[in-house]
């Protein structure tokens, strides 16, 4: 079965300084990995996405996210954070055949210190 | 842009109640699904559907059915609310197997 970890559930980081969101993944084939955001009171946004190749992957609003393989990862980074960066981040997996849904993380709570 | 959009934000029901969630998605996706979403669990699949009249379980279905009767709208079906089912409901939509346009949200209170 496929599983999506998320160990940290509360990260606070000051403004302008990186940020690092862990992702772990379980899954029997190449996955299909994604990054989503939710601001307060909004839906679900897509960050990024991973199919295939390159494995440094770029996405909306200045974050990136690098799939490590051998490590099971695909952690999210953003080099200086923003305060509208305020949010709650959920890594997904997905694209096994037959499932046509997403596997979520339990979600990483990010608060910006001004 | 693709749009997906649920019948209402916030909702309040009794314990018994039968609850309708609507949504609609205005791209021609295949794909409808229907999640909640509880602290500490992140986002967990209730149902859903590759075709008009057709539907999948997923991982947490039990207490919950949906319909799927045009292409464009998925309801999720509460048949008699019960109070471990307040929580915020997520639609989605998918035109391919993977990436997935997520509506607001509905938060769901059952009383």
């Known amino acids: 079965a496929q599983s999506v970890t998320q160990p940290d559930i509360h990260i606070t980081v000051s403004e302008g300084a990186s940020l690092e969101l862990r992702c772990n993944y379980s899954?029997?084939?190449?996955?299909?990995l994604f990054w989503y955001v939710q601001s307060p009171g909004q839906g679900l946004q897509l960050l990024l996405k991973?199919?295939?190749?390159?494995?440094l992957v770029q996405g909306i609003k200045g974050f990136e996210a690098e799939f490590k393989r051998s490590q099971s990862s695909f952690n999210l980074r953003k080099p200086s954070v923003h305060w509208s960066d305020a949010a709650e981040y959920f890594c997904?997996?997905?694209?096994?055949?037959?499932?046509?849904?997403?596997?979520f993380g339990s979600g990483t709570r990010l608060q910006v210190q001004p | 842009d693709v749009k997906v959009t649920q019948s209402s934000r916030y909702l309040v029901k009794r314990t018994g109640e039968k609850v309708f969630l609507e949504c609609v998605q205005d791209?021609?996706?295949?794909?409808m699904f229907w999640y909640r979403q509880d602290p500490g669990l992140g986002l967990r699949l209730i149902y859903f559907?590759?075709?008009?009249?057709?539907?999948e379980k997923g991982d947490i279905p039990e207490g919950y059915s949906v319909s799927r009767e045009k292409k464009e709208r998925f309801s999720l079906i509460l048949e008699s609310a019960s109070t471990n089912q307040t929580s915020m409901y997520l639609c989605?939509?998918?035109?391919?197997?993977?990436?997935?346009?997520f509506g607001p949200g509905t938060r769901l209170t059952v009383l």
């Open positions: 989605a939509s998918s035109p391919e197997t993977s990436r997935q346009f």
């Open positions: 899954y029997g084939a190449t996955p299909y």
């Open positions: 991973y199919f295939s190749g390159d494995t």
């Open positions: 997904a997996v997905g694209g096994r055949p037959g499932r046509r849904a997403l596997t």
């Open positions: 791209m021609d996706h295949e794909n």
């Open positions: 559907s590759y075709d008009v009249k057709m539907k």
